[in-house]
């Protein structure tokens, strides 16, 4: 069974301050998606990753997918409370519309 | 585009009644899967199907039916509702070129 580990669980932060959140799994996934949540709602695809090192950017949200292929990171910069939501990792293996999500990120921004 | 349609978006039922949740989706994407989110367990994988005519269990597929007879439509089944099953329930489609687009939910409670 392929695992992703999310970190931290729950995160509150002031408006303006920079956030990482990780993704880590002893699995390599073909591609690897980020995912934000917000409450009564689905998941809304930010961003895929799929080469090994890869970094994308989407305004102040930084992606960055392991050389591996097995960990993500999602960094946001000067946070406002817009970005308030739940944050999901999830890689993706070659049999594909079979995805291992991890348990989510609570961020909380304070104005 | 209506994208990914699921119904009812709340539901109560009765320990040991049986429902099904509806699925439907206008985009002819080849992949359709059903999670359900529990609080601080993310999504986890219940059935997926990779065609028509073709299903597979996910991680917790205990409890729950599926079939796909055309590639629009991926209901899921209750056999007999159990209060373990008191969930919110996403559906997801995708394609090999495209990532996953979730429903809004459908918020299931058994009493």
């Known amino acids: 069974t392929q695992l992703l580990e999310q970190s931290p669980q729950f995160l509150s932060i002031q408006e303006g301050e920079n956030l990482t959140v990780y993704c880590n799994s002893s699995s390599v996934f073909s591609s690897l998606q980020w995912y934000r949540q917000e409450p009564g709602e689905g998941p809304v695809l930010l961003v895929t990753v799929v080469t090994g090192g890869e970094v994308k950017k989407l305004k102040r949200l930084t992606f960055q997918f392991g050389d591996a292929r097995k960990d993500s990171s999602l960094h946001i910069t000067a946070a406002q409370p817009g970005d308030t939501g739940l944050y999901l990792c999830?890689?993706?293996?070659?049999?594909?519309?079979?995805?291992?999500f991890g348990d989510g990120t609570t961020l909380t921004v304070k104005p | 585009n209506a994208g990914v349609t699921q119904t009812p978006k709340f539901q109560v039922l009765k320990t040991g009644q049986s429902m099904t949740l509806q699925c439907a989706q206008d985009?002819?994407?080849?992949?359709m899967s059903w999670y359900r989110q529990d609080p601080g367990m993310g999504l986890r994988l219940i059935h997926y199907?990779?065609?028509?005519?073709?299903?597979d269990q996910g991680e917790v597929p205990n409890g729950y039916n599926v079939s796909r007879s055309t590639t629009e439509d991926f209901p899921l089944r209750l056999l007999s509702a159990a209060p373990s099953q008191t969930s919110v329930y996403f559906c997801a489609s995708s394609s090999t070129d495209q990532p996953q687009h979730f429903g809004d939910g459908t918020r299931l409670s058994i009493l």
């Open positions: 199907s990779v065609g028509a005519g073709i299903t």
């Open positions: 985009m002819n994407h080849e992949y």
């Open positions: 999830a890689g993706l293996n070659t049999n594909a519309g079979k995805s291992t």
